[in-house]
C-alpha cells in the first residue's frame, strides 16, 4: 500500500490560543502523552508562544510550526513576521493560507504561493491549507476549487522542494463547526489532492506526499479518517488544545 510509505503528520494548530505562560501549561501536559507516538508530532503556536514552545520542545520528539509568514524577508511591514526570523528561532514549520486568513485578513492565492516560496527559501516546511466553502460544494465546484488554489500555490516549486511541503484538506464548513467531513468526502478530496501532484509532479511524489485533513477532527473521529488510504494525518484546531483528546488523536494516526 501506498500508504506506508507516508508517514503521518499530526499537527495542532492553537489559533490564537495561549498566552506564553498558558502555552508552558499546556505543551508540557502534551509532551508524555506523545513521547512514543509512531507519527510525526507538530504544534503551530502563537507567534508570541514560539520561543517558549521551541525551547521546552527541544529534545523531544516535538515539532514546532508558526500559523503564518510574510513574503518578504525584511522591511516597512508592520506587525508581520518574515520566514528567516522564524528559522533563526528554530521554527520548522508553518500553517500557510488557513482559511481563516483567507476569510477573515484578505488572504489570497497569490499571496498564499508568496508565503510558500518565503517559507521553502528561509528552509522553513509549509502546511499549505486548501479547502472549498459550503456554498462552492453545493455548487459542485469542490475539485475546480482545490484544484486552483493547490496549483497556484505550487506554482514555481520543484519536486524537490515539494518534499518539504505538507498539504492540509480543511473543507471550510468543516472547522470549528464540529461538523467533520465523512471518512469518505475527506478521503475524497485528498485522493483528488494526489492526483492533483502526481500530474504536476510525478507518481513518486505524490505516493510519498502527505495530505492531512483538518477540520473537527477529534478524538472520536481521528481513527476512522486516519483509516483512510489518503488521509496521512490532521491539522488539529479545537482538540489540540485538550492534551488527552491530542493524544488520542496522534495514538491513532501511529498504528
Ligand atoms: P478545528 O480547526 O479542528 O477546530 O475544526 C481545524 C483548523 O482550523 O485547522
Known sequence: MNKALRKAVIAGNWKMNKTPAEAAELVSAIKPLVADADCE???????????????????????????????????????????????????????????????????????????????????????LCVGETLEQREKDITFETIAIQTKI??????????????????????IGTGKTATDEQANEVNHFIRGLIADLYSKEAADKFVVQYGGSMNAGNAAGLLAKEDI???????????PADFAEIVKAASK
Open 153 to 174: 500555490a505550487l506554482s514555481g516549486v520543484s519536486e524537490e522542494e515539494l518534499d518539504s511541503i505538507i498539504i492540509a484538506y480543511e473543507p471550510v464548513w468543516a
Open 232 to 242: 496521512d494525518g490532521g491539522l488539529i484546531g479545537g482538540a489540540s488544545l485538550k
Open 41 to 127: 508530532v507538530v504544534v503551530c503556536v502563537p507567534y508570541v508562544d514560539l520561543q517558549y514552545v521551541v525551547e521546552s520542545c527541544k529534545g523531544t520528539n516535538i515539532h514546532v510550526g508558526a500559523e503564518n509568514v510574510h513574503w518578504e524577508e525584511s522591511g516597512a511591514f508592520t506587525g508581520e513576521i518574515s520566514a528567516p526570523m522564524l528559522t533563526a528561532m528554530g521554527v520548522e514549520y508553518v500553517v500557510i493560507g488557513h482559511s481563516e486568513r483567507r476569510t477573515y485578513f484578505g488572504e489570497t492565492d497569490d499571496t498564499v504561493q508568496m508565503r510558500v516560496r518565503a517559507a521553502l527559501n528561509a528552509g522553513l516546511k509549509p502546511i
